[in-house]
């Protein structure tokens, strides 16, 4: 069973920037692939950006693309999301994903653990 959470959320002007964390909780971390998704109200949860297990490799959506970056680091059992350049639309509750599966994917249905959630506000 592997726990995650998040932190790192909160108000931000047009431009700014945030670093969002996801503690992880097992082992095994280390082989696990992570994701980052998002749901703003009104939308279905969507795909933000993801890394491998070992940290090889990351896929980013459009949307984040140049903007945000995504690392691990497996020493802390910790993902990031450092998103710079942000946008209003970029303001929905950030969720942290994990599977026990190493390749890099952006589907939500190929993540079994996932976080509480943290929120991200963008004014304007």
């Known amino acids: 069973q592997v726990q995650l959470v998040e932190s790192g959320g909160g108000l931000v002007q047009a431009g700014g920037s945030l670093r969002l964390s996801c503690a992880a909780s097992?082992?095994?971390?280390?082989?696990?692939?992570m994701g980052w998704f998002r749901q703003a109200p009104g939308k279905e949860r969507e795909f933000v950006a993801g890394?491998?297990?070992?940290?090889?490799?990351?896929y980013y959506a459009d949307s984040v693309k140049g903007r945000f970056t995504i690392s691990r680091d497996n020493a802390k059992n910790t993902v990031y999301l450092q998103m710079n350049s942000l946008k209003p639309e970029d303001t929905a509750v950030y969720y942290c994903?994990?599977?026990?599966?190493?390749?890099?994917?952006?589907?939500?249905?190929?993540?079994?653990?996932w976080g509480q959630g943290t929120q991200v506000t963008v004014s304007s």
């Open positions: 890394i491998s297990g070992g940290g090889k490799n990351t």
């Open positions: 097992g082992r095994t971390f280390s082989s696990y692939r």
């Open positions: 994903a994990a599977d026990s599966r190493s390749a890099v994917v952006p589907s939500r249905r190929d993540y079994d653990y």
